[in-house]
């Protein structure tokens, strides 16, 4: 039928998904990099929220994140973890969810802007078949 519209039909597993990320001890003004940058598995994996703390508290990141496969940077430079995520909530949820494709990677660069510490992240959302 000509102008007819076909959806892509999309599964959704029904189980939450969380992508932990920790970093190692880093120094002050030092920069850590995952490396290798974290797989997000054979399922696109929808980006719903992020989660953000450290070992020490208050302690300011500056974070970049990036979807690898798609080239795609989360922010015009890096961005200070006390803006991306407020220190009295650790979680804030994605304005718009971002879809990692399968087998594709997540790539973070942080550095340190605290004292010495550990950045630990979790990337919150759910499966797609």
Do not use: C
């Not at 797989?39 to 953000?52: E, H, K, Y």
Request: charged residues 15%; without cysteine.
């Amino acid at each position: 039928n000509q102008g007819e519209i076909k959806m892509e039909e999309r599964q959704v597993l029904a189980v939450p998904w969380i992508i932990p990320i920790t970093s190692a001890t880093t120094v002050l003004d030092a920069t850590w990099i995952l490396q290798p940058s974290q797989s997000v598995g054979p399922f696109n994996f929808v980006w719903t929220s992020l989660s953000i703390q450290t070992s020490v508290a208050a302690a300011i990141w500056s974070i970049m994140i990036k979807d690898e496969a798609a080239s795609e940077n989360f922010m015009y430079a890096t961005t200070r973890s006390n803006l991306l995520v407020p220190d009295d909530s650790h979680m804030v949820d994605i304005v718009r969810p971002w879809v990692f494709k399968a087998f594709s990677t997540i790539f973070i660069e942080a550095t340190n802007r605290s004292a010495d510490g550990i950045l630990y992240l979790a990337f919150h959302g759910y499966l797609e078949k």
